[in-house]
């Protein structure tokens, strides 16, 4: 899975810490296609991030992470379940890193 534990955790939220940062921007400017533009670049830096320090399955499966149909015509509604399909799996592979068992060295 990956080489330092640690390491990929830290990353981990770190990216669910820039996730949250441009969610609280875009609501606060109300500009959500910005917000979602600057979305889709945050995740193509987490896929790589993912990739390099946790490992290339879990970089391959955030990279397959895709928001689904949205029908409300709220853009702001829509723009946090955007948010949300991506913070979501990333709490989970946090969680998951977390309980972990320690890596030798």
């Known amino acids: 899975m990956l080489l330092d534990i640690s390491k990929g955790l ?3 939220r770190r990216q669910i810490d820039e996730l949250e940062t441009l969610e609280k921007q875009t609501l ?4 959500t296609v910005a ?3 600057r979305i889709e670049k945050w995740k193509a830096r987490t896929v790589a991030s993912l990739t390099n320090s946790v490992g290339d399955r879990e970089g391959q499966i955030f990279a397959s992470v895709q928001p689904g149909p949205s029908f409300t015509h709220d853009l702001v509604e829509e723009f946090t379940d955007l948010v949300e399909c991506y913070r979501t799996p990333l709490s989970i592979l946090a969680k998951q ?3 972990a068992p ?3 060295s």
């Open 102 to 104: 320690p890596t030798r």
């Open 28 to 31: 606060q400017d109300l500009n």
């Open 10 to 12: 830290a990353v981990v």
């Open 35 to 37: 917000g979602t533009e």
């Open 97 to 99: 890193l977390a309980q």
